[in-house]
């Protein structure tokens, strides 16, 4: 038989690993969300694009905001993208630099958009992307705000870069 | 000294971590098979390739069927393949949107093939890939099938990148 | 109340559980650590590209091998980084084959440099990477040796990326 003490012991490390496993899990999720972004616009999948974003989150491009899931599942019938996906195109994502608080995480990447021009593919947007997350009431992860930002030299996506480093630096 | 309850108590939360901890590392082992793809062509390693696949998984492309193992690791001497090799390529995976259902998985991401071409890369393909894996006897994954796409437009590719978000929509 | 002998059987699976999510966290905090690389460099923060490297770690390309995590930060200052910067330009890391033993592990992946050309980016590198790595004092893993390659159709890249894949093969 074992004492109370053993017990209490046992107890604390369930506990630990309770909570190491569900930042992995986090982990994992918020990296498969970023993951179905490219599949779903170039997979003109607009259920599947509006479930990433919270019901009232946005995503900013120097061209536009998207405010509100509904807006950004509109994407893939915008002409704009229709013009990118027609030749053939893949919107591809780096594995994230995440940064996990709790029920929020900012996760930042690039992002390059490959479109075909004949037998080559061409990268005709490389971007910077902060991503920040929220877990929703039914636990899973959602985006509330996108940051897309041209890598063309200028210190705004930069800064969105470097900013990504500094909470877990 | 603890009750009997008490106990069932912590046999359920292990069980239960167990469960997760299990789930997080299929999810891994998924994750580092397909990223050793490129590395098993690119550096001509026939056994490694072959490895990666069961023994009679197929690997589908536009130009080619290859039925089982052994033909996939014979890509590794292809005419075709050594086309791509010799001036310097580098087949690279982005990160997969995977659903585990136990001892299978389907696995969706981007493949990219760079050539060089004098002192720039050229993306030579680029393509949607669906794979069905399988957790081997030995409890390793492997690829019991694997379709690749190119993204030239088709609705062959586009289809196959939104069927990968639908299991965990 | 339960036996001595049940206790113990709890105890060893928490002890496996224990080792398995350190390792699970020890690949999560290997593949964060080389996705730091790209923001590093292109957001420009010599602090955070020095905290990725040990004191006398070093960083081999074919131009250059920086000794030090003071050379390696100082990359952000160098004139031919300048260049790349410049105009636009994303370092970006594929996701690692990773091999863990303890304190130390190797990783190997692709790195592609895309720099802006008017309105595309051209892939002005691609390369082969090993990185060897440490478990640090503070827990934190860092960067011993990084070796780059470029994807030229020399045996030097092909043979790094093949000796990635023979640790877990």
């Known amino acids: ?19 190491r496993v569900r930042e992995l899990e986090d982990h994992a999720a918020i990296c498969q969300l970023i993951a179905r972004y490219g599949p779903a616009v170039d997979g003109m999948r607009r259920a599947a694009l509006r479930a990433m974003w919270t019901p009232h989150g ?3 491009t120097e061209h536009h905001v998207f405010r509100g899931a509904d807006e950004v599942g509109a994407i893939v019938d915008d002409p704009m993208h229709l013009g990118f996906v027609e030749p053939g195109c893949a919107h591809v994502m780096s594995h994230p ?3 996990l608080q709790g029920d929020t995480a900012v996760a930042t990447n690039y992002s390059r958009v490959y479109q075909r021009h004949g ?4 990268v005709v947007r490389a971007a910077a992307n902060r991503w920040e997350l929220v877990r929703a009431s039914d636990g899973g992860w959602r985006v509330e705000r996108r940051v897309n930002r041209l890598l063309n030299g200028s210190e ?6 470097a900013n990504g ?3 877990n630096a």
Chains 1, 2, 3 share one sequence.
Not at 1 to 19: D, P, S, T, Y
Not at 156 to 161: E, G, I, P, T
């Open 1 to 19: 038989m074992i004492g109370e003490g053993a017990n209490e012991g046992v107890l604390a490390r369930l506990a630990a690993l309770e909570a």
């Open 58 to 60: 946005t995503y900013e």
């Open 97 to 99: 630099v995440v940064t």
């Open 119 to 122: 037998t080559t593919w061409a």
């Open 156 to 161: 705004l996506a930069r800064s969105l870069l």
């Open 165 to 167: 480093l500094e909470a």
